[in-house]
């Protein structure tokens, strides 16, 4: 069985002050996406929030068309019935049966004209539905145009950053496996918490990168040693001495450099 490798504190300070390097490089090339992942994908919602619309919209239209049909099988119907009636009226032979006849024409004609009425009411309906129309058409071919043309952009940065981050996930991998777990979960913890993710930082004119509280020289002193792991007492930063940063900085600008 394989012996498992024991870090001292300063070659475990050092893998996790590499790790927050590659970290905050790979932070870096996300936010030269920004907000554009977020961008396109709300503009896909709302494009297929439009295409739904469409549909709904064109079915109103033919619900309002096959109404109209009715209307118009419903005056032909009147007006069949207004024929059979005129006919029937030839042949009464009394007053009553007549005037039942020229009751039964009255309806039917404002049967039509209640049908035709109806008809101008759809038609009016149709017409304000076709403009709806073609604004939400026009909506969303300006949505696409958009959303293509931030497609386009997210797709050219992808493609300038991807193969590199692909390469700094798999160092920053390599590296968190130097790193014991617990050690490990606190790094990713306070990432997780500070605005700009630098949970790792060296100490520089005598305070944590960043910060304008004065660390007091012996806890400068101890921090130098590599004895052991300190945090910053006022944002919880682990905290490396300056001349370790150096060197890992340039050790690690070769391998970014490299990739």
């Known amino acids: ?106 309806y039917q004609e404002l049967e039509i004209e209640y049908s035709e009425k109806q008809i101008n009411e759809l038609k009016a309906q149709i017409e304000l539905k076709k403009e709806k129309l073609e604004e939400t058409i026009q909506t969303k071919e300006e949505r696409n145009t958009h959303l293509d043309h931030k497609k386009n952009e997210l797709d050219a940065i992808m493609k300038e950053t991807e193969k590199e981050e692909a390469e700094l996930l798999k160092k920053s991998d390599e590296f968190q496996s130097k790193i014991d777990e617990s050690l490990l979960r606190s790094y990713l913890k306070i990432r997780s918490s500070v605005k700009n993710g630098l949970a790792v930082v060296p100490v520089e004119r005598g305070a944590s990168a960043g910060s304008f509280f004065v660390i007091p020289p012996q806890v400068q002193l101890d921090i130098a040693s590599r004895k052991k792991f300190i945090t910053d007492e006022h944002s919880g930063r682990i905290l490396v001495d300056k001349d370790l940063a150096d060197e890992e900085n340039e050790k690690m600008e070769k391998i970014f450099t490299s990739i």
């Open 1 to 106: 069985m394989a012996k498992k490798v024991e870090y001292s504190v300063e070659e475990r300070l050092r893998a996790l002050y590499d790790l927050q390097l590659i970290d905050s490089r790979i932070d870096k090339l996300r936010s030269v996406r920004g907000e554009l992942p977020l961008e396109v994908e709300d503009l896909e919602d709302e494009v297929s929030g439009l295409d739904v619309r469409l549909e709904k919209i064109q079915a109103e239209l033919d619900g309002f068309e096959n109404e109209i049909k009715e209307k118009l099988n419903k005056i032909e119907e009147s007006k069949a019935l207004i024929k059979k009636y005129n006919d029937q009226q030839k042949n009464v032979r009394n007053n009553r049966a007549f005037e039942s006849l020229s009751k039964e024409i009255e």
